[in-house]
């Protein structure tokens, strides 16, 4: 038979589904790198305004244009623009574990333990050291 018979009708979709999450991972591992260059411009502009002691205002330029805006509000804006752009790299991030998983898969591969494991963020280590801390005061306590 001049057909293509099931068994490679499988493996024609397996392969063509595997292509296009590749294709969707690098496109996500691109947008991450292009939101990272822009969250370190952002905390870039934070250092040089947080740095200038003197001016009330700074220029900044919006579009096409230079604006002189008060320092405060200014800051403001780049501080929020810093959260959306972590918020959107976490997202992005998340996604990009997802379909790295399924990609895995696909391919018959195992997924590493501890694939899904997050970074420990500032509060969280202060949890565990105020934690630790009342660990020890307890174990102060009941050992004498």
Not at 5 to 26: H, I, P, R
Not at 39 to 58: G, L, P
Not at 122 to 137: A, H, M, T
């Amino acid at each position: 038979s001049s057909g293509i018979n099931a068994e490679d009708g499988v493996y024609l979709q397996t392969f063509k589904q595997s292509e296009n999450l590749g294709e969707e991972v690098l496109a996500d591992q691109q947008q991450i790198v292009e939101l990272d260059k822009r969250r370190q411009a952002t905390r870039e502009a934070i250092r040089a305004v947080r740095k200038d002691k003197e001016s009330r205002k700074m220029w900044v330029m919006m579009g096409d244009e230079f604006v002189k805006v008060e320092k405060e509000m200014l800051k403001e804006w780049l501080e929020n623009d810093q959260k959306v752009l972590d918020k959107e790299i976490g997202s992005v991030r998340d996604g990009l574990k997802d379909k790295v998983q399924a990609l895995k898969r696909l391919e018959g591969e195992e997924i590493p333990s501890g694939f899904f494991l997050n970074a420990i963020k500032k509060n969280d280590l202060s949890n565990i050291s105020s934690v630790g801390k009342v660990k020890e005061r307890y174990l102060d306590d009941i050992n004498g």
